[in-house]
């Protein structure tokens, strides 16, 4: 079943994956366990996981 919503916390209690939808393409699926406010809110501005993870470790 796909549910659509802007409400996170309903969003966290009725779904077991949550992928972001931004401008069109639609993000990989994420546990909803792993899907915390700040990965959610990345995806949600058009930032891509993995770029964050990358210039985390460059910064480190």
Known sequence: M???S???DE???IA???AVMFHG???EPLVTADASRE???LLMG???LEQKEAAH???A
């Open 46 to 48: 058009g930032s891509s």
């Open 2 to 4: 796909l549910v659509t």
């Open 25 to 27: 393409p639609l993000s």
């Open 16 to 18: 077991d994956r949550i």
């Open 6 to 8: 802007q409400d996170l």
């Open 11 to 13: 969003l966290a209690e």
């Open 57 to 59: 470790a460059v910064s």
């Open 39 to 41: 990965k959610l809110g």
